[in-house]
């Protein structure tokens, strides 16, 4: 029979494999261009950082929650790994929420998602806000 202690280091002293360390970045902090290069996205000067969080170990996987007029999201569409006119309603492969990482939230969400050279699997999320305010939800990650 294993001793509490022992059963106490298996429960709660072993990390998953694969996340060697979670990284959330702060919007203040978050450098645009960096972000950009990151996820394999132009994103506008007028892109609001509302969080990332950079998951890094076997499969690497980064998301980020952004706010941007939606003109400018229009605008970069043609840039975006999935044309953000052929997303379907509801969260799709997003995930579920946690901290600003939130799709479920917004009724009106469309996502969609793509699987990328070097087998990088790229989900997009969009919601559009009454205000013009789009709400992007992008997230790549390893395979």
């Keep these: 029979m ?3 202690l022992a059963l106490a280091l298996i429960l709660f002293g072993c990390k998953p494999q694969g996340q060697t360390s979670i990284n959330t970045s702060s919007p203040q902090h978050t450098n645009l261009a960096a972000l ?4 394999g996205v132009p994103l506008p000067e007028s892109t609001r950082v509302i969080g ?3 998951q890094q170990g076997k499969d690497d996987m980064i998301r980020a929650k952004l706010e941007m007029p939606r003109a400018d999201l229009e605008a970069i569409g043609s840039a975006l790994p ?3 006119s052929k997303l379907r309603p509801g969260v799709g492969r997003l995930g579920i929420d946690r901290n600003f990482w939130n799709p479920s939230e917004y009724q009106d969400l469309r996502s969609g998602s793509v699987v990328l050279e070097g087998a990088r699997g790229f989900h997009l999320g969009v919601a559009y806000l009454a205000d013009g305010t789009a709400v992007v939800f992008i997230m790549s990650h390893g395979t």
């Design 2 to 4: 294993l001793s509490r």
């Design 36 to 39: 950009s290069k990151r996820i």
């Design 52 to 54: 990332v969080e950079h």
């Design 82 to 84: 999935i044309d953000p």
